[in-house]
T-cell receptor, first 117, second 114 residues
């Protein structure tokens, strides 16, 4: 159980285009989903937290107009990188969390590697 | 959330126990110790977590010192597939302002060799 998928696994796009990444919880309802970014040889950095049906909360320094997050249902969240540039090339990872009272585990997706040419 | 300190890298022979230390001297009473690992180019994988008692599951054991200022993750019989970056994270229990957030440090690169 607790499987999270991401689509696509890899995407290459031209500078200036927008890219959408999907994150799905396959066998549980995710009350909260998180989006992380990881540059080569660096650790994961949290970009934003989203709860189903409400606006995402972005971490300091993350542009909300550039990284659009939609959490329309309890099993799906999307991250859209708008007007992508080469510096946005990174490994994007989502996680999903189910409210279980005292603690809520985060289950991570396999990641999406974005390359902007 | 409290900060953690881990060695940058460690080596372990296949079949031997891997003991990964973590210091979290500023941990608060409402903070758990979590361990995740990340195999190259994959998403992190949950390993184990604990509050103050030692914990064991099918993957690993977690030993937390009595003062809770440090912990050790033990992989009892390391295999080549255990080569990964291991993250020790201190996380507020549900209900705090950091509810659900995980703050990843640099972790420990564990290399298991034949």
């Amino acid at each position: 159980g607790a499987v999270v998928s991401q689509h696509p696994s890899r995407v290459i796009c031209k500078s200036g285009t927008s890219v959408k990444i999907e994150c799905r919880s396959l066998d549980f309802q995710a009350t909260t989903m998180f989006w992380y970014r990881q540059f080569p040889k660096q650790s994961l950095m949290l970009m934003a937290t989203s709860n189903e049906g409400s606006k995402a909360t972005y971490e300091q320094g993350v542009e909300k107009d550039k990284f659009l997050i939609n959490h329309a249902s309890l099993t799906l969240s999307t991250l859209t990188v708008t007007s992508a540039h080469p510096e946005d090339s990174s490994f994007y990872i989502c996680s999903a969390s189910q409210d279980r009272g005292l603690y809520n585990e985060q289950f991570f997706g396999p990641g999406t590697r974005l390359t902007v040419l | 959330d409290a900060k953690t300190t881990q060695p940058t890298s460690m080596d372990c022979a296949e079949g031997r126990a891997a003991n990964l230390p973590c210091n979290h001297s500023t941990i608060s009473g409402n903070e758990y110790v979590y361990w995740y690992r990340q195999i190259h180019s994959q998403g992190p994988q949950y390993i184990i977590h604990g509050l103050k008692n030692n914990e064991t599951n099918e993957m690993a054991s977690l030993i937390i010192t009595e003062d809770r200022k440090s912990s050790t993750l033990i992989l009892p019989h390391a295999t080549l597939r255990d080569t990964a970056v291991y993250y020790c994270i201190v996380r507020v229990k549900a209900g705090g302002t950091s509810y659900g957030k995980l703050t990843f440090g640099q972790g420990t690169i564990l290399t298991v060799h034949p």
